[in-house]
Each structure stands twice: as structure tokens, then as C-alpha cells.
């Protein structure tokens, strides 16, 4: 599980005989080494681990420390209820001031004095140019 450079990974309980991405019997909990408060990293539901374990099951090194911390009698155990409190705490968000919006009015009065200005230049260069055909006739 995860994406490209952010791991993500599920503790599961898997039959020996199937691959280790084959079909999972249950998900027991989650691992996920990038969160920033490190007793928060894991997940587990310690009494479902405790059922696998009593059945047989036999973890994996890396989940059997993730158990001896964080499973029923964890030694990480208060830390990690600490950690997700810590992690659920919303800063308090205090928005911008809005800054004033500029006024579009003497901007748009601007363009419409431009236009006509415009108009009667173009009227008078058609002017002349009749009055040219003439001369030469």
C-alpha cells in the first residue's frame, strides 16, 4: 500500500502457504513509518492480535516489535494515546483580513473617454482621403 516515496503498510494475518500480497484472512492494524509523531505510527487491534497469537500465528520481526510496543500489555502504550491526541489537535485558524477591493469604476470611466477619442480620428482620416481623389481629377 502507499505511493511512490510515501509507504504505507497494512498488518495483516496471511496463511503461510499464500504469497505475502495474496489473500489476507483479517487486517489486524497499520504501520505508517512517515507520520511525523512516532508513537503514532501504528494501529493495531490488540485483541485480534492476541486471538492470532494464541491460535499460533507467528509475526514477523518487524511486527513483533510493533506488537511488544504497541499491543496489549505495550510499553508504548500511553505515549501512543498521547501522540494521537497531539495529532488531532486542530490549530486554530484565524483567516486574512480581506484587503479592500479596488474600485473598478474610474477604470472602466477610463477606457469609455479613450473610445471616442478614437472614433472621431477615424472619421477624419476618411475625410481626407476623398478629398484626395479629388485633387487629382
Known amino acids: 500500500m502507499g505511493r511512490t516515496h510515501r509507504p504505507f503498510f497494512r498488518v495483516c494475518a496471511v496463511d503461510q502457504r499464500n504469497p505475502r500480497d495474496g489473500r489476507v484472512i483479517e487486517e489486524l492494524g497499520t504501520y505508517d513509518p512517515m507520520c511525523p509523531e512516532t508513537d503514532a ?14 491460535v499460533g500465528a507467528q509475526p514477523s520481526d518487524k511486527v513483533a516489535v510493533l506488537i511488544k510496543k ?7 502504550l500511553e505515549a501512543q ?8 489537535r486542530r490549530k486554530d485558524y484565524t483567516p486574512p ?16 473617454e479613450e473610445a471616442p477619442a478614437e472614433e472621431p480620428a477615424a472619421e477624419a482620416s476618411t475625410d481626407d482621403a476623398p478629398a484626395a481623389e479629388a485633387t487629382t481629377e
Open 81 to 88: 494515546k498521547a501522540a494521537v491526541e497531539r495529532l488531532g
Open 41 to 54: 505510527r501504528t494501529t493495531l487491534k490488540a485483541d485480534r492480535v492476541d486471538y492470532w497469537i494464541g
Open 97 to 112: 483580513p480581506e484587503a479592500p477591493a479596488p474600485k473598478a469604476a474610474p477604470v472602466a470611466e477610463a477606457p469609455a
Open 70 to 76: 504497541y499491543g496489549t500489555e505495550g510499553s508504548h
